[in-house]
């Protein structure tokens, strides 16, 4: 079993940035890739951005390349998000996922929600314009 708590969701402006984090328990955090999804009102739940064991390999959806980076710190079991120039079209549930099987090496893969085994209960991200 594998418990993921996020934290760090809120409201901000339009151009602002946000940490969010993720902290994994249950099973040894450094065997298992990690994802970001994010569901608005009335959509469906999308995927935002995945990393690695190692975090050598990191993907990102178009929307967010360049204004996002995920990382982690195997150390502290915990995966981040780190959201820069926010829009208001980022307002969602974000939810971080557990991978435990960790073999995903594409951007198909890691954004297929199927791969993923854990899900947190997801924390709320409002960007006002």
């Known amino acids: 079993q594998v418990q993921l708590v996020e934290s760090g969701g809120g409201l901000v402006q339009a151009g602002g940035s946000l940490r969010l984090s993720c902290a994994a328990s249950?099973?040894?955090?450094?065997?298992?890739?990690m994802g970001w999804f994010r569901q608005a009102p009335g959509k469906e739940r999308d995927f935002v951005a995945g990393?690695?064991?190692?975090?050598?390999?990191?993907y990102y959806e178009d929307s967010v390349k360049g204004r996002f980076t995920i990382s982690r710190d195997n150390a502290k079991n915990t995966v981040y998000l780190q959201m820069s120039s926010l829009k208001p079209e980022d307002t969602a549930v974000y939810y971080c996922?557990?991978?435990?099987?960790?073999?995903?090496?594409?951007?198909?893969?890691?954004?297929?929600?199927?791969?993923?085994?854990?899900w947190g209960q997801g924390t709320q991200v409002t960007v006002s314009s």
């Open positions: 249950g099973r040894t955090f450094s065997s298992y890739a």
């Open positions: 990393i690695s064991i190692s975090g050598s390999g990191t």
């Open positions: 996922a557990a991978d435990i099987h960790a073999y995903c090496s594409s951007y198909g893969c890691y954004a297929n929600e199927y791969e993923y085994d854990y």
